[in-house]
T-cell receptor
């Protein structure tokens, strides 16, 4: 079983829709969680960190469920510009090696 | 954005030739990583460094070597390039500060081995 798993999608949604992605991780000692966004032929860039209490940044909400070992990303009011691949990243306590999921592809259409 | 530059950005090389990719950072980050990204595989760690002259293998290190003689530079060498090493290579860095768990990426180096 891969340490960090994501549904590759693609998630194909109309503008204005709400879409949610989940990411599961296998190491219960994981401590740091992030969502990265990657556009086609570009480098991954930090979208947001994920905190235990959940956090929101504009249209984006990230949540952590330690009991079930998953993190989620909710995008409200989807824009065409949200089309990208979203990568889940997990780092275990005491480790400086991040583990990446393979990414979830989002396509927002008019 | 962290100051990470990769060179070359694009390269075409022949099978059997050595290739070196360079990653240069201006953030004084302790940790540096080399990843390759291929369709269906996502980002895979090749080698990483946790300090000057301190490096270790990642999950796909065969055929690759690295060196880090200065904090700011992390070199990835393909000793004898093969077509299976055609990929996009990303360098990444991370601070060793307790609050600095963010990973920053360079823009990538596209390598084609013919």
């Amino acid at each position: 079983r891969k340490e960090v798993e994501q549904d590759p999608g693609p998630f194909n949604v109309p503008e204005g829709a709400t879409v949610a992605f989940n990411c599961t991780y296998s190491n219960s000692a994981s401590q740091s969680f992030f969502w990265y966004r990657q556009d086609c032929r570009k480098e991954p860039k930090l979208l947001m960190s994920v905190y235990s209490s959940g956090n929101e940044d504009g249209r984006f909400t990230a949540q952590l469920n330690r009991a079930s070992q998953y993190i989620s990303l909710l995008i409200r009011d989807s824009k065409l510009s949200d089309s990208a691949t979203y990568l889940c990243v997990v780092t275990s306590g005491g480790s400086y090696i991040p583990t990446f999921g393979r990414g979830t592809s989002l396509i927002v259409h008019p | 954005d962290a100051g990470i530059t990769q060179s070359p950005r694009h390269k075409v090389t022949e099978t059997g030739t050595p290739v070196t990719l360079r990653c240069h950072q201006t953030e004084n980050h302790r940790y540096m990583y080399w990843y390759r990204q291929d369709p269906g595989h996502g980002l895979r760690l090749i080698h990483y460094s946790y300090g000057v002259k301190d490096t270790d293998k990642g999950e796909v290190s065969d055929g690759y070597s690295v060196s880090r003689s200065k904090t700011e530079d992390f070199l990835l060498t393909l000793e004898s390039a093969t077509s299976s090493q055609t990929s996009v290579y990303f360098c990444a860095t991370k601070s060793d500060q307790s609050s600095g768990n963010t990973i920053y990426f360079g823009e990538g180096s596209w390598l084609t081995v013919v």
